[in-house]
């Protein structure tokens, strides 16, 4: 039977797609034989899947979820990550990169509610060899202090809260207002909230920021930055965490550099650079 649908293959045109599609049918039987797979369960299967796809939305991803908490999502990201010494490490997209981040000034503010605890990030985009990289992009986008994107609660959030898309400036630098990001668990009202508990286990996220870097003759990078000290560093629901990630929201007590920045004082300040490998 796998020889049969193996060779079924044979007259795929595109190359890359023939060995994909030999290679997924090679270990989709070795896998069912394996498990001595039963009708029932491949029934289960094919119900869970369907049942995925019904839950995407133009605002929320259900299969990226799946992969995400799989690990497959890392796996992919670890296979074809830059290596570049120094570079910024990549992570997971995530499934709430659906949305398309409002153009804000630097400096300006993207926690558009206010319940949370004031925080400002800032930094600076360079290359690997230190050079500045002015007129860099910058997209940012977080859940809220309560640990909800602005998709997942239209009826509190206004749209963009939590998303800013910055333009860096002659020095590379960057800036913005926030709110210190918490902890949270991912969807679980749908089908992989569904496995995580068959599988026991938690759904949680530690806090987190997303970037996406990019700049001229430079690989764009995706990735997080992690707050220092969460709960669940050591255990990502999506096993995305990277310990050159990680970063102090040190608490901050400085009137002066409140008011420069235009935050209450005190604060939380957070500053790192991300860094760019030339393509």
Known sequence: MTRQAVDSLRATSDPRLRDLLTALVRHLHAFARETRLTEAEWERAIGFLTATGQACTDTRQEFILLSDVLGLSMLVEALHGHRAPGATESTVLGPFHQTASPVRE????????????????????????????????????????????????????????????????????????????????????????????????????????????????????TTHVFVAGDAFLDSDAVFAVKDSLVQDFAPTDDPSLARAFGVPNPFRHASFDLVLERA
Request: net charge neutral; glycine share 14%; aromatic share 8%.
């Open 106 to 221: 630097l400096g300006a503010g993207i926690d558009l509610v206010g319940d949370g605890e004031p925080c400002v990030i800032s930094g600076r985009v360079r290359s690997t060899d230190g050079t500045p990289l002015p007129g860099a992009v910058v997209d940012v986008w977080q859940a809220d202090a309560n640990g909800f994107y602005d998709v997942q609660r239209p009826d509190v959030q206004p749209p963009g809260n939590g998303r800013g898309l910055f333009t860096a400036d002659a020095e590379g630098r960057f800036r913005f207002r926030t709110c210190v990001p918490s902890s949270y668990p991912i969807p679980v009202d749908g089908p992989v909230g569904t496995l995580l508990r068959a599988a026991g286990r938690h759904p949680y996220r530690p806090a987190h920021i997303h970037f996406i870097a990019k700049a001229d003759g430079h690989i764009p990078v």
